[in-house]
């Protein structure tokens, strides 16, 4: 990382970011081709969850290639100056790479299902047979972790 000053080495730091941001943006690679999708998310025990439509693009490159990068962040503004080339950004980040499954055991599912609720606060919910079948869940177990952040008035 070219900016140590900004460098998040905890893990729990990390893992907070990632707990209370609001939207996760998934890279894949589809071939030759880069391509990005924001989710909705759910992260515990090293994994990230999100679902999707049973048939689409992701699920056709998960397939293809499980390979994947996060990023998630918080982004509180811009620090104005005088001079706009020396603007700045108040945010914390983390960006994971990792590898991403298709989730096909009910169990699993709804262990999946249920990080995703809670991480909105959607309280619990006992998902049928039925909306298991017709949603796809997504696991992606975490790799690697790097977090990085500026805000001027926490130094």
Known sequence: MRRKDREITDR???EAILKEAPVCRVALADGG???VVPVCF???DDTLWFHS???GKKTDIIAGNPRCCIEVDRCEGPIRNENP???EIRYRSVICTGMASIVNDPAEKRRGLACIMAHYG???HSFTEEELERVCV???EIGQ?????????QS
Do not use: L
């Open 12 to 14: 729990i730091r990390m």
């Open 33 to 35: 081709e880069p391509y």
């Open 42 to 44: 759910g992260y515990a």
């Open 53 to 55: 439509a049973t048939e």
């Open 85 to 87: 080339c020396k603007w």
């Open 122 to 124: 959607g309280g619990e």
């Open 138 to 140: 997504v696991k992606i």
């Open 145 to 153: 972790m790097t977090g990085k952040e500026y805000d001027p008035d």
